[in-house]
């Protein structure tokens, strides 16, 4: 079965505000997660990555927090802008895959409001 | 020009119909993947492949195939399209070692219907 997952399918935020997207997950053998941002009618673009053995990364603008004892992880994107707009996804590494399958959860709308 | 190409961008077809997705790649990686994309269930593997001569399975590989004709070209065909294949498909690349695993090049997709 799918091992991630959403809270929402949907977040609707103000520009400027924050926002925080949330993925849970299942497998405790995945050594990384990591986040794309999909623009609509493109593919999938990286965002940030962050190893299992860390609680926090930040980025430009972004930041991923992990949180293991319940399987979750977040993005949390500063002083969101309309070009923000997009689907979000969460995908995880499996650390017994040597060829670096990643498993994509089913990601998130994000709409920014003026 | 786009380092991963997919031709064609959008395709209607009947059922029954054999159809091949080409895709191409400038980036020099050794890895590509083929993924379907519907509408609330995120990216599903179909195919990967780790060099030219190596095809592994996905997640939902059964009514595809796969071509690694050379290190650029990853070709996906479907031998007899039934309408449930009527999806968004990717082409992803990503290069060898370490953290390169992480980050995946995607193509711009092409949409495919069968009627």
């Known amino acids: 079965g799918e091992s991630v997952g959403l809270h929402l399918p949907t977040l609707s935020v103000q520009e400027g505000d924050n926002s925080i997207i949330n993925c849970a997950y299942s497998?405790?053998?995945?050594?990384?997660f990591i986040w794309y941002k999909q623009e609509s009618g493109k593919g999938p673009q990286f965002i940030i990555d962050?190893?299992?053995?860390?609680d926090k990364r930040q980025g430009q603008r972004v930041t991923v927090l992990l949180n293991k004892t319940v399987k979750h992880l977040s993005l949390q994107i500063a002083a969101t802008q309309p070009g923000d707009s997009a689907v979000y996804f969460c995908?995880?590494?499996?650390?017994?895959?040597?060829?670096?399958?990643?498993?994509f959860g089913r990601g998130t709308q994000l709409t920014v409001w003026p | 020009d786009a380092d991963v190409t997919q031709t064609p961008r959008n395709r209607i077809t009947k059922t029954g119909k054999r159809i091949m997705l080409e895709c191409s790649q400038t980036k020099g990686h050794d890895r590509m993947y083929w993924y379907r994309q519907d509408p609330g269930l995120g990216l599903r593997l179909i195919y990967y492949s780790f060099d030219v001569k190596d095809i592994n399975k996905g997640e939902i590989s059964d009514g595809y195939s796969v071509s690694r004709q050379a290190q650029a070209k990853f070709s996906l065909s479907l031998e007899s399209a039934i309408p449930n294949q009527t999806a968004l498909y990717f082409c992803a690349t990503s290069s060898s070692g370490g953290l390169s695993y992480n980050e995946q090049f995607f193509g711009p997709g092409t949409r495919l219907t069968v009627l």
């Open positions: 497998n405790s053998a995945s050594d990384y």
């Open positions: 995908a995880e590494r499996d650390r017994g895959s040597t060829l670096g399958r990643l498993y």
């Open positions: 962050i190893r299992s053995n860390m």
